[in-house]
Structures are given as C-alpha cells and as structure tokens.
C-alpha cells in the first residue's frame, strides 16, 4: 500500500537547538518526494523537493531508501520555523502522479 | 492574480444543507486537486483531475460529496445534506500537469463551519 507516515503530531524544540521532523514513505516504485509547510494564516507550499537536492531555509532532507525515509532537518531551529509540515509522495496511477500527503507535524520553537 | 483563487473564503451553514465550494486554478494547469484539512487529521485528499481523464474520486468520504471541473478550468467542490463531521477547512491545489514529481500550488482554502 502507498503510504506516508509522519509520527509525530507536534514537536516542540527551543530556538538554537536542532530539529528533525520524521516522514516514512510506502511505495513500490521509485518515489519523489516533497515538505510543503503551512505558516500562520499563510497557504500551504512547497518547502523542497528530493530531486532539486536543495537546502531552503536552511532545512535539508536525504531519501535514505533502505530506510524508506525522507527525515527534514536543520541544525539550528528559528522562531520563525513554527509552521506545519507535511510530507508528501508523488505515486504513480492509472497513466498519471498524484500526490499522497502525511498527516502532518506542526513543529512549534520556543524563545 | 497569478495564484489559485478559492470561493468563499468562509461558510457557515446548518446541518442538512448543500453547500458549494469553488476554485479557480492557475491558468494553463491541467491537474487539480481537493483536500481536506482538519485538526487531527492533515491533509485527506479527496478527488483529483488531471486534463481530461476521468477523475480519481477515491478519496471522497461519502456519496454525499462530489466535485465538477467544467471546461478543464474552474472546479466546484459540492457535498449535499451537510453533516456537522464535515467541518473542515477544504483546500484546492492545481499543477501543470500530472508528471512524476510536479509541483503543487494551493489556494487560500475556504473555511466550512457546518452548525
């Protein structure tokens, strides 16, 4: 079955510290992943993608496939990071892609 | 604007009623999508259409809810005799097309309170 798993509904980190929001992923085929984030009355967008192998805000994340994982990480968090985050996989179906997006982890940084 | 577009930005209404929610994608996008967003649910997909295949409806939660997308543009997002369960916050995205890896742009989303 295609599905993608983010285990945690909130973190909470102080500012400084590192944060790591987890996303595995179910999937036979090869997958394309993504973060989208969702700021504070703000709408939901892309944050990155695997295949751009980009660090956006300082935020990076490796497709570890052994591990069927695609972690988001930053060394230091801001205040300005509290947002939701949601993993996403792009699978393939009936000729086309569509997306399958995790339930979300909202990360909140503390002063 | 250049973004996508979602109509009303809020929606109170009784239980039983019909509602309709629209979106206007991004001009040139063939692919769109509907979601559902809730506390303590994320984000649940509910239907898809890309060009003019036929759509994937195998999100949507009841036969109560059923979406439109006329002319390959405009979307209408249609859920009969509401229930208070489908309060929620419905979310439209549009992208290009349907190709591995495309990106998704998401509308300002449309507030449903359901009393």
């Known amino acids: 079955a295609q599905r993608v798993t983010q285990p945690e509904k909130l973190l909470s980190v102080f500012k400084g510290a590192p944060v790591e929001l987890k996303c595995n992923y179910s999937?036979?085929?090869?997958?394309?992943l993504f973060w989208y984030v969702q700021y504070s009355r703000q709408r939901l967008q892309l944050l990155l993608r695997?295949?751009s192998r980009e660090s956006i805000k300082g935020f990076t994340a490796d497709l570890n496939k052994g591990e069927t994982s695609f972690h988001l990480k930053k060394p230091f968090a801001q205040e300005e990071d509290s947002a939701m985050y949601y993993c996403?996989?792009?699978?393939?179906?009936?000729?086309?892609?569509?997306?399958?997006f995790g339930t979300g982890t909202r990360l909140k940084v503390l002063a | 604007g250049a973004g996508v577009s979602q109509s009303p930005s809020n929606k109170v209404t009784e239980k039983g009623k019909d509602v309709e929610l629209r979106c206007d994608p991004i001009?040139?996008?063939?692919?769109l999508y509907w979601y559902r967003q809730s506390l303590g649910q994320g984000l649940e997909f509910l239907i898809y259409?890309?060009?003019?295949?036929?759509?994937?409806k195998s999100g949507l939660p009841s036969d109560r809810f059923s979406a439109e997308r006329t002319g390959g543009s405009v979307s209408t997002l249609t859920i009969q005799r509401t229930q208070q369960e489908d309060s929620a916050v419905y979310l439209c995205?549009?992208?290009?097309?349907?190709?591995?890896?495309?990106?998704?742009?998401f509308g300002p989303g449309t507030r449903l309170t359901v009393l």
């Open positions: 995205a549009s992208s290009l097309n349907g190709d591995r890896g495309i990106v998704q742009f």
């Open positions: 999937y036979s085929g090869s997958p394309e």
């Open positions: 695997h295949i």
């Open positions: 996403a996989l792009s699978v393939h179906t009936s000729g086309t892609y569509k997306y399958i």
């Open positions: 001009s040139g996008h063939t692919a």
């Open positions: 259409f890309q060009g003019n295949s036929a759509p994937d």
